[in-house]
């Protein structure tokens, strides 16, 4: 099989029992990359593609895959919460093994890819990581950025219907459910100092109409660690896909896969 086919790993119990779809491109012996991508968003993203290809060229470890109810993978989207997704992304890691990584987080994968660092941290593994590169990160989205700027009527929907579909810049409205909204709660960050001795490397728009910049500043006050780093792109959306963008973040991701060795 060609390692950029799609491959499943069988993830849960009962119920909850899902088949997530991933693609390992094993290589070379340094810091591999970890792809997180956003919510509605998926491995085959313009974003992840590049860094794919980026990767190859560099002789370079590629992991990425899609959350459940998201593209090749398994499961309902309206069942969906972010634990069911961060745990997911805990079990795919562990196929990087013993290898270090750089773990990219874009717009909600931001959120979960600070997520799984704190577990990383808390088993006293945080060393596995080579730093994080959140893009326009969403951390406490589903509180922050949904629930707090949600007007009376929708909030009604979601209480009467146990779902909200929030019109979208991007496309089809995107569901916001009631189980989204109060499992978040469980994995807010917000409330307290982010104990993460890594590197981080944030890149945020100014232009993005989805996660404010100030967003972004809020969360490098949270971090304890003494190398965080904050670029602000004065023209930057929310997706951060123009051929700029994708130069800057492979840039970005190489410095600390250099850093790495």
Avoid at 40 to 60: I, N, Q, V, Y
Avoid at 130 to 154: C, I, K, N, S
Avoid at 178 to 194: P, V, Y
Wanted: aromatic share 6%.
């Amino acid at each position: 099989m060609d390692d950029r086919d799609p491959q499943f790993l069988q993830i849960g119990e009962g119920s909850k029992r899902r088949r997530i779809a991933y693609r390992l491109e094993a290589r070379g012996e340094g810091a591999g990359l970890f792809w997180l991508p956003g919510f509605l968003s998926d491995m085959a993203s313009t974003k992840a593609e590049a860094l794919a290809a980026f990767a190859r060229a560099r002789g370079s470890t590629m992991l990425r895959f899609d959350y459940s109810g998201h593209g090749l993978s398994e499961g309902n989207l309206l069942d969906a919460t972010i634990g069911d997704w961060l745990a997911e992304a805990r079990a795919v890691f562990e196929l990087l093994k013993d290898r270090r990584a750089v773990v990219i987080g874009s717009s909600m994968g931001g959120w979960i890819a600070l997520l799984l660092a704190r577990h990383l941290a808390q088993q006293g593994e945080l060393s596995r990581l080579a730093g994080l590169v959140l893009l326009a990160p969403a951390w406490d989205m589903t509180e922050r950025l949904v629930w707090h700027q949600m007007d009376a009527d929708a909030k009604g929907a979601i209480a009467r219907d146990g779902v909200y579909y929030e019109p979208s810049l991007y496309g089809d409205p995107y569901p916001i459910t009631r189980r989204l909204i109060e499992e978040g709660r469980s994995h807010l960050i917000g409330e307290g100092l982010l104990p993460l001795d890594l590197k981080v490397r944030i890149l945020q728009g100014m232009c993005d109409p989805d996660v404010p910049w100030g967003h972004a500043l809020d969360l490098a006050d949270l971090l304890c660690s003494g190398d965080v780093e904050v670029t602000l792109i004065k023209d930057g959306d929310h997706r951060q896909s123009r051929p700029q963008d994708l130069r800057r973040l492979e840039a970005t991701v190489a410095a600390l896969i250099s850093a790495a060795r």
